[in-house]
């Protein structure tokens, strides 16, 4: 059983900074690629940022240069630090990873989501 738990959503102006969280738990003998997705109202789920266990990062281009993706593989945590947000950039964050378990099966597991809201 593997659970992964997001934090740090909540309601910010424009123009400010939010940082979130994704602690994952349970069976883990390894934790391969982490990302961020975001999913806004009335649109598809995408991409945000990625980072691999060695620590190569990707990004989506409309979130380039003002977010940064980072992990602590020692804790199973990724972080996304956001800052210069926009209203655009309200949606409901979800973390991702690929797990490698104990039972030595690999899973695709998504946090329950946090909302972040940009707004004056």
């Known amino acids: 059983q593997v659970r992964l738990v997001e934090s740090g959503g909540g309601v910010v102006h424009p123009g400010g900074s939010l940082r979130l969280s994704c602690a994952a738990s349970?069976?883990?003998?390894?934790?391969?690629?982490m990302g961020w997705y975001r999913q806004a109202p009335g649109k598809e789920r995408e991409l945000v940022a990625t980072?691999?266990?060695?620590?190569?990062?990707n990004y989506q281009d409309s979130v380039k240069g003002r977010f940064t993706v980072s992990r602590d593989n020692a804790k199973n945590t990724a972080y996304l630090q956001m800052n210069s947000l926009k209203p655009e950039d309200t949606a409901i964050y979800y973390c991702?990873?690929?797990?490698?378990?104990?039972?030595?099966?690999?899973?695709?597991?998504w946090g329950q989501g946090t909302l972040v809201t940009v707004s004056s």
């Open positions: 349970g069976s883990i003998f390894k934790i391969n690629d």
């Open positions: 980072i691999t266990s060695g620590g190569i990062t």
């Open positions: 991702n990873a690929a797990i490698f378990t104990n039972t030595f099966r690999t899973m695709n597991s």
